[in-house]
């Protein structure tokens, strides 16, 4: 009877103390404790690291699925030697992400179709992800478009300002916006309100010598370029198109249709069931 209300006391405890994960696992603790004669210190260490795990892997997990980065992007799966002008050393340092993000510095690739952009890109929002940093993956086109809405709704400030939330927010195929002005106009907006305070990763195929046809405005495209190119670090993967080289490896995987977005699972969050007990 006392072991009994010494375990529902210690549910509640841990439930007004928020440690779900603590209470799932400590009898399976408690009882390798009890066995092996664990000090009491080391018991308590081992389920305080289980609980900061958890925790760490609960916020992966709902800052993935926020992100909308692509799936199976990763650095791990990058072919840097097919892009020898990136230096894989530099993108590492970057994807710790506490300096140049800190700032509101900017990254930019840039080089034609198929070169691997969107994908560095995805990879490296993803690296800062599992780092704790807040990021949202969105093809320019798409992300404008909303932002036209909330414009039409007369809300467009608010909508900026959530985009704060995101220490990084990633533009995708940045120069396939329409020449349209109200468009570019929400798009320039976007990029004055976060200069200098948060971080855009900006990927496109032209470079910006031609970012009239982003920009109607000379005016509005030199701003643009200076905002985004101030603090900033530039690539250029002007290399042969690596969507077409990695064509023929998809091919051998068979038919199937791929993820839309990164998921804890096809870019190896653990989840619950992969989580055992420490040896």
Known sequence: MNEEFDTTRLTLLLNE???????????????????????????????????????????????????KLLPGKTL???????????????VSALCAGDGWLRNGANL?????????????????????????????????SDLVQRL??????????????????????????????????????VLFELISARYERRSLLITANQPFGEWNKVFPDPAM??????RLVHHSTIFELNVE?????????????????????ATPRNVGVPTPRDKQPAA
């Open 17 to 67: 103390l928020r440690l779900p994960a603590l209470k799932q696992i400590w009898p399976t603790f408690a009882d390798r404790s009890d066995k092996e004669g664990w000090p009491a210190a080391r018991l308590l260490m081992t389920l305080a690291e289980h609980e900061i795990a958890e925790r760490d892997r609960r916020r992966i997990e709902r800052h993935l699925g926020e992100a």
């Open 76 to 90: 791990e799966n990058f072919d840097f030697d097919a892009v020898p002008m990136v230096s894989k050393a530099q």
């Open 108 to 140: 930019i690739l840039m080089g034609p179709p198929g070169g691997g952009k969107s994908h560095l890109s995805s990879a490296i929002g993803l690296a800062l992800l599992e780092k704790g940093w807040r990021v949202l993956f969105a093809r320019t």
């Open 148 to 185: 036209q809405v909330a414009r039409r709704e007369l809300a467009l400030e608010a909508a900026i300002n959530r985009l704060d939330h995101f220490d990084l927010v990633v533009l995708d195929d940045f120069a396939y916006v329409t020449k349209d002005q109200a468009e570019t106009s």
């Open 221 to 226: 495209t030199l701003a643009a370029v200076d």
């Open 241 to 261: 198109s690596y969507r077409r080289r990695t064509a023929m490896q998809r091919k051998q995987h068979g038919p199937g249709r791929p993820a839309s977005f």
